[in-house]
């Protein structure tokens, strides 16, 4: 247990500093687009009352206040919260390839620990899970400061207030890293890790049989997308219907079959098929 540890955290300290960058770039460009897109709309209201001769009691009724997903919705926000994600797939790969091809080819003495090889495979995906939930404790933490920055910045006569709640539901990409209860959670990071699973077992594939690999991995990746979506395609199709209730957990079991599948079937690659 003590080695998985230290094989998480040596994961996690090889990317800290590039994580640590995504971290920084999403502070400072959220502030930043707090501060610049408010004191935008304000110069817009502005013009457009003196345009039409408006109070701000009569454009507030025209236009509308000013509430917070004016600023959810816009590259300052949204922008570093994609690079993230883009960072952390692109991670997915580069955690075992860079051990292939770094200049000492790391993955021997790797996979050369006293350790057992599952040890190693589930490290490398609970350090990028870790990771992600980091990220996401870190925007759940600084969106009610830019919530508090925001409202002081709008005058109460244009200011829709909003709750950390109701922004996180009417912010699509919010709603979706941000889930609204627990069924939300499980189905949200569940299918996440599924995915990563599947994806680590397609790498193990690509490493064991190299050309042939690559193509076991693409057909194990449809399989397995088949197997997790097909009680949505017989809805689909109107064989059989399903409550939501139902559906969900046989998308949670069909998700968790899957999931067991690729770890098992990834750690046993690594174990019979990828030597040193």
């Known amino acids: 247990m003590m080695r998985y540890i230290k094989l998480v955290n040596f994961e996690i300290n090889r990317f800290s500093k590039i994580y640590l960058s995504l971290l920084l770039i999403t502070l400072v460009s959220q502030f930043a687009g707090v501060l610049i897109v408010t004191k935008s709309l304000l110069n817009d ?10 109070s701000e009691a009569a454009y507030v009724a025209n236009y509308g206040g000013i509430d917070f997903t004016h600023i959810a919705n816009t590259l ?9 994600a883009v960072a952390l797939i692109f991670y997915i790969f580069l955690i075992w390839y860079r ?27 609970t350090a990028i899970f870790l990771m992600v939930l980091g990220m996401v404790a870190f925007q ?7 919530n508090t ?3 002081s910045k709008i005058p109460e006569v244009f200011l829709n207030e909003m709750s950390i709640p109701t922004i996180a539901k009417t912010s699509p990409i919010l709603a979706m890293i941000i889930p609204n ?37 693409l057909v194990y990746g449809g399989v397995t997308a088949a197997l997790f979506l097909a009680p949505v ?30 770890i098992w079937l990834g750690s046993w690659l690594l ?6």
Do not use: C
């Open 181 to 217: 209860n627990f069924t939300e959670f499980l189905l949200s990071y569940g299918i996440g890790l599924m995915v990563m699973s599947v994806v680590f077992t397609a790498i193990m594939f690509e490493r064991s049989f190299r050309i042939k690999g690559i193509i076991l991995g």
């Open 233 to 262: 395609f017989i809805m689909d199709s109107g064989i059989f219907h399903f409550y939501s209730n139902e559906l969900f957990s046989l998308l949670l079991t069909l998700g968790i079959i899957v999931t067991g599948l690729s």
């Open 271 to 276: 174990k019979n098929r990828v030597t040193v």
């Open 45 to 54: 209201a502005k013009e457009i009352m003196l345009q039409e001769k408006l």
């Open 99 to 125: 051990d292939w091809f770094g200049k000492n080819t790391f993955i021997y003495r790797i996979l050369m620990l006293p350790t057992s090889r599952l040890s190693i495979y589930l490290s490398k995906a």
């Open 140 to 146: 759940i933490i600084i969106l009610p400061m830019e």
């Open 76 to 84: 300052w926000f949204l922008g570093p919260i994609a690079l993230s």
């Open 149 to 151: 920055l925001f409202n």
